[in-house]
């Protein structure tokens, strides 16, 4: 069990992330076997294989923007002198935070709209399959964040980290 | 001024170190709420943006690739690659090449390429009398070979730019991507006669044998993804989770060095890799949609075909600025923003698609290996434990190299498109 809430988050949304791409293969693999052994082709395997991918996106972009997966230029924020690189990947993070938190309301108005319609062939509420987009924005929203605070209390120098053990 | 504004807050962002995907997704932001254009339209866009069917294909091609990666093929590979060439005058230089060809059929990113490669050639080429910064040099270099050789993460992005089938996309840089191996072999064999570099004894036919048995597994995998695209019998989608599942037996079962409690972590990992590749591509494709709703693509080309019409110059004119944007930028972020508007202007003078999105890969794939910001250098330098200066020096004749395979993949069509049409005209 992860003692601090961080390293909880991070195991959660790296649990999150693999059950996407758990999903996305298995639907895949029934696909290619019920097509080439069993003779029989479902409908719904393409479906969920695009529905998991959403999630995947979702639940890996903010790992991504702590590994450093979501790359950026810094060939000039990191060449500055003195504490310039410092406050530039502060302003990173918080800049992420605003794109994100303006985002939240809109994302929301947009799995909504999903209300009124339905998947053709798994038949799920389009709302939890747009909701995808509330999960990305909320997810890199929820990273930054974090970055930004560990920044702010002096636990990080905002660079990007693979270990669960930084405060970010 | 809302145009103004884009351009400035792109630029501003990506000059500041903010990620690439949260640059362009600021920039957009900026450019509707000063247009008055309600924000629902961001994640609206960003979902058509990530729920393309070709795209379901790039996490099982990432799995594949760092599965057969922890599972032990590199070694594999370079012995086979050192049994083939290692014999002649800077044979391991040579493997190195070899090997970065080999290993581009089963990873489909230079990145990946460059780290497993290096780390198991770079210390042994230093330790047997290479020069370091030839050896990173070297390496760095090859390694944009993986990209062109299917599978192609870059090349399933532009199949989902263009339209154009992955197949087609993959078989069209197959033969390019064999001529810079070539090429680069060339190069490293003429560098290594000129400073008497050292070559291993020829270990014999046997030894080819057995070392062709000990990759034949790995190098199945990309007969088996080739195979499945080829034969129509697979989607991509379907060919990446299967060459995952195929990389996974024989990581688990047959080369028994990926231990089973090692391989979620190896899913995770690719599937963050991937999440970071469909964000970029999510928030690029709201940059792109404003890009064409304020007529971007054609005002580019008006303002080119207004300069000159003369297709030589205009795909010179394209590969400068891609070859300058390739330095800063990273490769699948140029490739999203810049693809549509420069082949509006590519096709207005009478450029084949299939034919542009070759070299425009090609190109920004260098851009891989230039200073100041090519990753592929800052991983093989810090391998070799050399600053960036003495590798930028060292890897300048392959940079040579490059861009003349470049020109040949501009200026004659053939080369990517000659093996598309034969199979699948």
């Given at each position: 069990?992860?003692k601090?809430?961080?390293?909880a988050?991070?195991?959660?949304?790296?649990?999150?992330?693999?059950?996407?791409?758990?999903?996305?293969?298995?639907?895949?693999l029934?696909?290619?076997l019920?097509?080439?052994v069993?003779?029989?082709?479902?409908?719904?395997?393409?479906?969920?294989?695009r529905?998991?991918?959403?999630?995947?996106?979702?639940?890996?972009?903010?790992?991504?923007?702590?590994?450093?997966?979501?790359?950026?230029v810094?060939?000039?924020?990191?060449?500055?002198?003195?504490?310039?690189?410092?406050?530039?990947?502060?302003?990173?993070a918080?800049a992420?935070?605003?794109?994100?938190?303006?985002?939240?309301?809109?994302?929301?108005?947009?799995?909504?709209?999903?209300?009124?319609?339905?998947?053709?062939?798994?038949?799920?509420?389009?709302?939890?399959?747009h909701?995808?987009?509330?999960?990305?924005?909320?997810?890199?929203?929820?990273?930054?964040?974090?970055?930004?605070?560990a920044?702010?209390?002096?636990r990080?120098?905002?660079?990007?980290?693979s270990?669960?053990?930084?405060?970010? | 001024?809302?145009l103004?504004?884009?351009?400035?807050?792109?630029?501003?962002?990506?000059?500041?170190?903010?990620?690439?995907?949260?640059?362009?997704?600021?920039?957009?932001?900026?450019?509707?709420?000063s247009?008055?254009?309600p924000?629902?339209v961001?994640?609206?866009?960003?979902?058509?943006?990530?729920?393309?069917?070709?795209?379901?294909?790039?996490?099982?091609?990432i799995?594949?690739?760092?599965?057969?990666?922890?599972?032990?093929i590199?070694?594999?590979?370079?012995?086979?690659?050192?049994?083939?060439?290692?014999?002649?005058?800077?044979?391991?230089?040579?493997?190195?090449?070899?090997?970065?060809?080999?290993?581009?059929g089963?990873s489909?990113?230079?990145?990946?390429?460059?780290?497993?490669?290096?780390?198991?050639?770079i210390?042994?080429m230093?330790?047997?009398?290479y020069?370091?910064?030839?050896?990173?040099?070297?390496?760095?270099?090859?390694?944009?070979?993986g990209?062109?050789?299917?599978?192609?993460?870059?090349?399933?992005?532009?199949?989902?730019?263009?339209?154009?089938?992955?197949?087609?996309?993959?078989?069209?840089?197959?033969?390019?991507?064999?001529?810079?191996?070539?090429?680069?072999?060339?190069?490293?064999?003429?560098?290594?006669?000129?400073?008497?570099?050292?070559?291993?004894?020829?270990?014999?036919?046997?030894?080819?044998?057995?070392s062709?048995?000990?990759?034949?597994?790995?190098?199945?995998?990309?007969?088996?993804?080739?195979?499945?695209?080829?034969?129509?019998?697979m989607?991509?989608?379907?060919?990446?989770?299967?060459?995952?599942?195929?990389?996974?037996?024989?990581?688990?079962?047959?080369?028994?060095?990926l231990?089973?409690?090692?391989?979620?972590?190896?899913?995770?990992d690719?599937?963050?890799?991937?999440?970071?590749?469909?964000?970029?591509?999510?928030?690029?494709?709201v940059?792109?949609?404003?890009?064409?709703?304020?007529?971007?693509?054609?005002?580019?080309?008006?303002?080119?075909?207004?300069?000159?019409?003369?297709?030589?110059?205009?795909i010179?004119?394209?590969?400068?600025?891609?070859?300058?944007?390739?330095?800063?930028?990273?490769?699948?972020?140029?490739?999203?923003?810049l693809?549509v508007?420069?082949?509006?202007?590519?096709?207005?003078?009478?450029?084949?698609?299939?034919?542009?999105?070759?070299?425009?890969?090609?190109?920004?794939?260098?851009?891989?290996?230039?200073?100041?910001?090519?990753?592929?250098?800052?991983?093989c330098?810090?391998?070799?434990?050399?600053?960036?200066a003495?590798?930028?020096?060292?890897?300048?004749?392959?940079?040579?190299?490059?861009?003349?395979?470049?020109?040949?993949?501009?200026?004659?069509?053939?080369?990517?498109?000659?093996?598309?049409?034969?199979i699948?005209?």
């Amino acid at each position: 069990m992860p003692k601090q809430p961080y390293a909880a988050v991070i195991a959660l949304f790296r649990f999150a992330v693999g059950l996407a791409f758990a999903v996305l293969i298995f639907s895949v693999l029934v696909q290619v076997l019920g097509r080439s052994v069993f003779n029989r082709s479902p409908v719904w395997t393409e479906e969920l294989t695009r529905f998991a991918l959403l999630y995947l996106t979702a639940f890996g972009v903010g790992l991504s923007y702590r590994s450093g997966d979501l790359v950026n230029v810094d060939i000039v924020s990191e060449a500055l002198p003195g504490r310039l690189p410092f406050i530039l990947r502060f302003v990173s993070a918080a800049a992420t935070v605003v794109l994100c938190a303006a985002l939240i309301v809109p994302s929301w108005r947009f799995a909504m709209i999903g209300n009124f319609q339905t998947s053709p062939a798994l038949g799920w509420q389009m709302s939890y399959i747009h909701g995808a987009m509330l999960v990305l924005i909320g997810s890199l929203l929820l990273f930054a964040l974090l970055r930004a605070l560990a920044m702010l209390t002096g636990r990080s120098e905002g660079r990007p980290v693979s270990d669960a053990d930084t405060p970010q | 001024m809302s145009l103004a504004i884009l351009i400035g807050v792109f630029v501003g962002g990506l000059a500041a170190g903010i990620p690439v995907a949260v640059t362009l997704g600021l920039a957009s932001m900026c450019y509707l709420l000063s247009a008055g254009i309600p924000l629902v339209v961001m994640p609206q866009k960003m979902y058509a943006g990530i729920d393309v069917f070709v795209l379901l294909s790039i996490p099982g091609f990432i799995l594949a690739g760092n599965l057969m990666n922890h599972g032990g093929i590199t070694e594999r590979i370079i012995r086979l690659a050192n049994a083939l060439v290692g014999w002649m005058r800077g044979g391991l230089g040579l493997s190195n090449v070899a090997g970065s060809m080999l290993f581009g059929g089963i990873s489909g990113t230079a990145v990946a390429d460059a780290a497993s490669i290096g780390g198991v050639m770079i210390p042994g080429m230093k330790k047997v009398g290479y020069p370091g910064d030839f050896s990173a040099a070297v390496t760095a270099a090859s390694s944009t070979v993986g990209p062109m050789i299917p599978p192609s993460v870059p090349m399933i992005i532009v199949g989902s730019l263009s339209g154009i089938s992955v197949g087609r996309m993959f078989m069209a840089g197959a033969i390019p991507g064999i001529l810079l191996g070539i090429a680069m072999m060339v190069t490293t064999y003429v560098i290594a006669v000129r400073r008497d570099f050292p070559h291993q004894p020829w270990q014999g036919f046997a030894e080819l044998g057995r070392s062709f048995l000990s990759a034949f597994w790995a190098l199945a995998m990309t007969a088996l993804i080739v195979g499945g695209l080829l034969s129509g019998m697979m989607t991509p989608t379907e060919t990446a989770v299967v060459a995952s599942v195929y990389a996974f037996i024989v990581g688990v079962f047959i080369y028994g060095e990926l231990p089973l409690m090692k391989v979620p972590k190896v899913v995770i990992d690719s599937a963050i890799s991937s999440a970071a590749i469909l964000a970029l591509v999510g928030f690029a494709n709201v940059f792109g949609w404003i890009l064409v709703s304020e007529r971007i693509p054609q005002m580019v080309a008006e303002a080119v075909l207004s300069v000159t019409d003369n297709k030589f110059l205009v795909i010179l004119l394209i590969n400068l600025f891609l070859l300058f944007i390739g330095m800063f930028m990273e490769t699948i972020a140029a490739l999203i923003v810049l693809f549509v508007p420069l082949l509006t202007l590519a096709q207005s003078v009478g450029v084949d698609p299939l034919h542009f999105a070759t070299f425009a890969v090609l190109n920004l794939m260098i851009g891989l290996t230039t200073p100041p910001v090519g990753v592929c250098l800052f991983v093989c330098a810090g391998i070799a434990r050399l600053p960036l200066a003495p590798v930028v020096r060292a890897i300048a004749p392959f940079l040579l190299t490059n861009i003349i395979v470049l020109l040949l993949v501009s200026y004659f069509p053939v080369f990517s498109t000659w093996l598309p049409s034969l199979i699948f005209d």
